[in-house]
Structure formats: C-alpha cells, structure tokens
Nanobody, 115 residues
Framework: VQLQASGGGLVQPGGSLRLSCRASGFTFSNHVMTWARQAPGKELEWVAGLNSAASGPAYSDSVKGRFTISRDNRKNTLYLQMNNLKPEDTAMYYC?????????RGQGTQVTVSS
C-alpha cells in the first residue's frame, strides 16, 4: 500500500489549498478513504471521510463548510479542497486507507496557515 500526499504549503488565513493523495498497491475503488491531520503537540485528528462510491462525505465539525473531500477512482486519487483556511488548520495532513485514522497512511503533506 502506498499513499502519496501532496499539495500542502504555506498560505495566509482565508486562503485555499487543494491536497491530493495518489494511491497504489491496492484496489482504490473498493475502499473508504479518510483525511486525518496532526498538529504539533496534538493527537492525530479525523478530518473527513468518503466511501468508495464517493457519496455521503463526512466532515469534522471544525472543517465542515470549508473543506470538501472528493475522489477520482479512475485516477486512484483522493482530494481535499480546503477553503477559508485558519491558523488552527496548521498540521501535517495524511490520507488514510479505511474509515479509521489508524489505517495505513503515507508520509503526509504539511499545511501551514500564517500571515
């Protein structure tokens, strides 16, 4: 299982980023996929999840209305569109196979929100 996240960076408050996660080594279209994040000194946190059919996305209360999770099963890729970013969104973001944040995950991509 390989999960390669990208798209992170430094952005000002109110800005946007789009994260991508390219999956390989398993049948991507058969799995629920999850985005999780870990801020410095804090525990890993569930952010959003999406089932294999890309229906019924779910979001944590902290990102609901600002983030959108999506997937392209033809490209084996998971996405996270992040709008109206806040300093508290600063974290390492991981894509995870399955609906638990403790599933297999890749190396992550760093998102820093700061003026």
């Amino acid at each position: 299982v390989q999960l390669q996240a990208s798209g992170g960076g430094l952005v000002q408050p109110g800005g946007s980023l789009r994260l991508s996660c390219r999956a390989s080594g398993f049948t991507f279209s058969n799995h629920v996929m999850t985005w999780a994040r870990q801020a410095p000194g804090k525990e890993l946190e569930w952010v959003a999840g999406l089932n294999s059919a890309a229906s019924g996305p779910a979001y944590s209360d902290s990102v609901k209305g600002r983030f959108t999770i999506s997937r392209d099963n033809r490209k084996n890729t998971l996405y996270l569109q992040m709008n109206n970013l806040k300093p508290e969104d600063t974290a390492m973001y991981y894509c995870v196979r399955g609906q638990s944040i403790w599933g297999e995950r890749g190396q992550g991509t760093q998102v820093t929100v700061s003026s």
